[in-house]
C-alpha cells in the first residue's frame, strides 16, 4: 500500500507536539539525558582507565576538602577559581560513618562526591529555562525601528522576526542546549561552565526586561567568579539608549563632541556601572580579606600571563608549548628577560579588539543576543587557551541566534557549518591522542597546522554570525 507523502511530515508534527507542547517532556528528557550519563560516569570511574570525571571536578573537589578544614582553596595546586566555587562544593566533603554498614556507605560517599556534577547539570537545566524565557519574551532584540521592518517582512514574507516565539517554539531551540550531548557530558563530566551559563543568560534576561539593577548585580558576579563576561558590559551599554529603555526621547541635540558624550552619560548606564562595578569589587575585596595575595594571584593575574598547552585546540598552542619548555630550563632564555614581549601577554591584543570593541559597535545596537554570541565566539577563537569547556560559553546563545541566522536558511550552509567545526576538532584531536597517548611529537606540522585549520573554520562562522547580526 503506498504510504500518502503527507505521512512523513504529519510524524514530524506528532513528535513535535509531544516534545515541545508542554515543558514536561522536553525537561524531563534533558533531567534523564544528565542522569543517564552521571550514572554512567561512575560505573566508568570504577571500572576504566579512563576516567569520565574532568581532572579539574577533581580541583574543586579537592580545594573544598581545604575549606572544610579550615584552610585556603587555593591550598590546593592549580586551583584558579573564586572560592565561591569551593564553597558551593562543600557537601562533595561529606562521608557516611561505620554506622552505615559498608554498602550505604559507599552508596552516600559517592553521591557525595557527586554533589558537584549534580550541581552544575541542574545548572544546565535552569540556563535552559532562562533561554525558553527570553525566546518567548523577544522584546528587546532589535531596535524599535528594525522591528518594525521585520514585522514588516514577516507580513509580507512569512519569515522568522525577532519578536517573541510562541512556547513550543521556543522549547524547541532552547532544545539545543537542553538536549545537546555536548553541554550534557561537559557538565557530568564535573565541569562548572554551566553555572556561568545560568549566570550569563540571567543577565541577558534582566537587561531585556529592564531590570537594569539586577543586571549589574549580575554583571558583577559573573565577572568574579569568571573573568570573560566582562566584554558584555560594553555591549549592554551601548544597546541602553533611551528608545530602547522606553524613555521618551528628547528633542535633537548638538552634534558636538562634548554634547554627545553627555547625552550619552545616562542614569540606568550609571546604574549599571556603578552596581556591577560595586558588587565586584565587594566580592573581590571579601576573598582578598579572606585568603590573600593567593586569591588575587591565582583567580584573575594568572590567566595574564598563563602558558597551557594541553588539551589546547588555540593555534598559540605551539607557542606556548615552546615558552613553558623554555621557563622550565635553566639555561633557556626567556622572551622577558631578551627585552622581548611574552606571546602569551600579546596574545589578548586581537581578542580584547574584536570582542569588547569592533562586534559590540557593530553590533549590540541592532540585535544584542546575538552580539554577545559573536563577541564570546571571538572571545573563544582567539584566544591562546581554547579548551572543549569553553565552547559552552557560546553555545548558549545559539537558540538565541538560530531563529534568524543563515545556517538555519540555508541547510547545506548550517550543516556544512557544522560538519566543518566537528571535522577540525576531530583533526586536532587525532594529533593530540598520538602525542599524549602514544607518546609521538605531532607538534609539528601536525597539531599546529589542525589547530590552525579548527580556527580558519571558527572565523567563517564568526564571520557568518557578525554578517547576519548586522542586516
Known sequence: MATSPAAPKAAKSSLFNTLFSRPLPLYLSAFLLRAILLVYGLWQDANSPVKYTDIDYLVFTDAARFVSRGKSPYARETYRYTPILAWLLLPTTWTAGAQWGPLAAKVINAACFSFGKV???????????????????????????????????????????????????????????????????????????????????????????????????????????????????????????????????????????????????????????????????????????????????????????????????????????????????????????????????????????????????ALAKKDLPTSLLAQTFAFVTFNKVCTSQYFLWYMVFLPLYLPRSSFLRSKRMGLAALGLWVLGQGLWLQQGFELEFLGRSTFLPGLWMASLVFFVVNCWILGVIVGDGGR
Open 119 to 361: 550541581l552544575f547539570a541542574a545548572a544546565d537545566l535552569v540556563a535552559g529555562w532562562l533561554i525558553e524565557r527570553v525566546l518567548v519574551m523577544g522584546t528587546g532584540f532589535s531596535s524599535p525601528q528594525r522591528r518594525e521592518k521585520k514585522e514588516t517582512e514577516k507580513k509580507e514574507t512569512g519569515s522568522e522576526t525577532g519578536a517573541g516565539m510562541a512556547p513550543s517554539r521556543a522549547r524547541a531551540f532552547a532544545a539545543i542546549w537542553l538536549l545537546n550531548p555536548m553541554v550534557a557530558t561537559i557538565s557530568t563530566r564535573g565541569s562548572s561552565e554551566g553555572l556561568l551559563g545560568v549566570l550569563v543568560m540571567a543577565l541577558l534576561w534582566a537587561v531585556l526586561s529592564r531590570r537594569i539593577t539586577l543586571a549589574g548585580l549580575l554583571l558583577g558576579f559573573s565577572v568574579h567568579f569568571k573573568i570573560y563576561p566582562f566584554i558584555y558590559a560594553p555591549a549592554i551599554v551601548w544597546w541602553m539608549d533611551a528608545e530602547r529603555l522606553d524613555r521618551v526621547r528628547g528633542p535633537p541635540s548638538s552634534t558636538s563632541l562634548f554634547k554627545k558624550m553627555k547625552d550619552f552619560i545616562t542614569l540606568p548606564r550609571l546604574n549599571l556601572a556603578l552596581t556591577s562595578l560595586a558588587t565586584f569589587l565587594s566580592l573581590n575585596f571579601l576573598m582578598y580579606a579572606l585568603y590573600g595575595h593567593p586569591f588575587l594571584h591565582e583567580t584573575y593575574l594568572h590567566h595574564v600571563t598563563r602558558i597551557d598547552h594541553r588539551h589546547n585546540f588555540s593555534p598559540y598552542n605551539t607557542q606556548l608549548y615552546l615558552s613553558s619548555s623554555a621557563s622550565a630550563s635553566p639555561l633557556a632564555s626567556s622572551p622577558a628577560s631578551s627585552g622581548q614581549p611574552k606571546i602569551e601577554s600579546l596574545a589578548f591584543l586581537p581578542q580584547l579588539l574584536l570582542s569588547t570593541i569592533l562586534i559590540p559597535l
